[in-house]
């Protein structure tokens, strides 16, 4: 068996030499297509990041006129801390409120300074357990008697209620649409890189047909012909896994260090276990690409 594998290698390696041109093409393609793959699974886990760290800060906020009752307020909160998805409620004074924007405004202290009393109104914040489930806490608020008399406006109770409207629906619709833009892109790649190893197959095939001819009539079995054909296909595979895996090292170790502290709000969890998994996954579709396009050209053009 060992003798047989070198004799397959060498002469997978005779082949490479022979067609180097469609060689270079097979193997240039796939490492595209495989580079794609993995940087679109670099982004899925960097847009899963960036969601779950979005919707880790999105809580509700309950905004309460100055001439609401405390019995009213206490009601609504009442309420709300008895929800299976509620974490906490924490009712916002007006002095913390103010106290607060004077913190968010410390670099233009003026501007709290020009204020003649504290125009800011009473609040309550909801800090949920799973975001996900945001709308039985919504229902609930809307669906309870307190809310239309603690509401401010009271004329227009809905935009008393404040909880980040859109913004991970927004932020999902743009990066899904990116992500079904690279899955066609890697997809047309994949077809191409197919051809290019079926082509180069082929002209071994043509290269080698006295040879193949000779080895039937001596008795050859069909796998011992074809076996340097499949090799062939998958070694050019792996070298386009190979290289496409080392350019998504590259840029994890010299490009995102920069970009996350560029981007401080957002944190790029690429640990090494991710990496491993995403070379795994290169590394096993580029065996499948590479098995295919040689498995496809032999059916075309090995009549065996």
Same mark, same amino acid.
């Given at each position: 068996?060992?003798?047989?594998?070198?004799?397959?290698?060498?002469?997978?390696? !005779? $082949?490479?030499?022979?067609?180097?041109?469609?060689?270079?093409?097979? !193997?240039?393609?796939?490492?595209?297509?495989?580079?794609?793959?993995? $940087?679109?699974?670099?982004?899925?886990?960097? =847009?899963?990041?960036?969601?779950?760290?979005?919707?880790?800060?999105?809580?509700?906020?309950?905004?309460?006129?100055?001439?609401?009752?405390?019995?009213?307020?206490?009601?609504?909160?009442?309420?709300?801390?008895?929800?299976?998805?509620?974490?906490? =409620?924490?009712?916002?004074?007006?002095?913390?409120? +103010?106290?607060?924007?004077?913190?968010?405004?410390?670099?233009? /202290?003026?501007?709290?300074?020009?204020?003649?009393?504290? /125009?800011?109104?009473?609040?309550?914040?909801?800090?949920?357990?799973?975001?996900?489930?945001?709308?039985? =806490?919504?229902?609930?608020?809307?669906?309870?008697?307190?809310?239309?008399?603690?509401?401010? /406006?009271?004329?227009? /109770?809905?935009?008393? @209620?404040?909880?980040?409207?859109?913004? =991970?629906?927004?932020?999902?619709?743009?990066?899904?649409?990116?992500?079904?833009?690279?899955?066609? @892109?890697?997809?047309? @790649?994949?077809?191409?890189? #197919?051809?290019?190893?079926?082509?180069?197959?082929?002209?071994?095939?043509?290269?080698?047909?006295?040879? *193949? $001819?000779?080895?039937?009539?001596?008795?050859?079995?069909?796998?011992?012909?074809?076996?340097? &054909? %499949?090799?062939?296909?998958?070694?050019?595979?792996?070298?386009?896994?190979? *290289?496409? %895996?080392?350019?998504? +090292?590259?840029?994890? $170790?010299?490009? &995102?260090?920069?970009?996350?502290?560029?981007?401080?709000?957002?944190?790029?969890?690429?640990?090494?276990? #991710?990496?491993?998994?995403?070379?795994?996954?290169?590394?096993?579709?580029?065996?499948?690409?590479?098995?295919?396009?040689?498995? %496809?050209?032999?059916?075309?053009? +090995?009549?065996?």
């Amino acid at each position: 068996m060992s003798i047989n594998l070198g004799y397959f290698i060498s002469e997978a390696a !005779i $082949s490479f030499k022979r067609n180097w041109v469609m060689t270079f093409g097979g !193997i240039a393609t796939i490492f595209l297509s495989l580079l794609l793959m993995g $940087s679109a699974l670099l982004m899925n886990s960097l =847009v899963n990041d960036m969601v779950g760290d979005i919707e880790s800060r999105i809580n509700i906020q309950v905004w309460i006129h100055d001439d609401a009752e405390y019995v009213d307020i206490e009601g609504l909160q009442v309420a709300l801390e008895g929800h299976e998805n509620v974490a906490t =409620v924490h009712l916002v004074d007006k002095d913390e409120a +103010l106290e607060r924007f004077t913190y968010m405004t410390q670099e233009s /202290p003026q501007i709290v300074e020009q204020l003649q009393d504290n /125009p800011l109104p009473r609040s309550l914040e909801i800090e949920l357990i799973d975001t996900q489930e945001i709308d039985g =806490v919504l229902s609930l608020i809307r669906g309870s008697e307190e809310f239309p008399l603690i509401a401010d /406006p009271p004329s227009d /109770p809905e935009r008393a @209620l404040a909880y980040g409207q859109g913004i =991970v629906e927004t932020l999902l619709g743009a990066t899904q649409t990116a992500r079904y833009a690279g899955i066609a @892109l890697v997809g047309i @790649l994949a077809v191409v890189s #197919l051809i290019f190893i079926n082509n180069t197959i082929r002209l071994a095939i043509y290269a080698r047909r006295n040879e *193949l $001819s000779i080895m039937r009539l001596v008795g050859a079995s069909n796998g011992f012909i074809r076996a340097p &054909f %499949i090799l062939e296909g998958i070694l050019q595979a792996l070298v386009g896994a190979i *290289l496409a %895996i080392l350019v998504l +090292l590259a840029i994890k $170790s010299f490009v &995102f260090p920069g970009l996350q502290e560029t981007l401080a709000f957002i944190t790029f969890n690429f640990t090494n276990a #991710l990496m491993t998994e995403i070379a795994l996954i290169l590394l096993a579709s580029g065996v499948v690409i590479g098995t295919l396009g040689a498995i %496809i050209a032999m059916r075309r053009y +090995l009549k065996i």
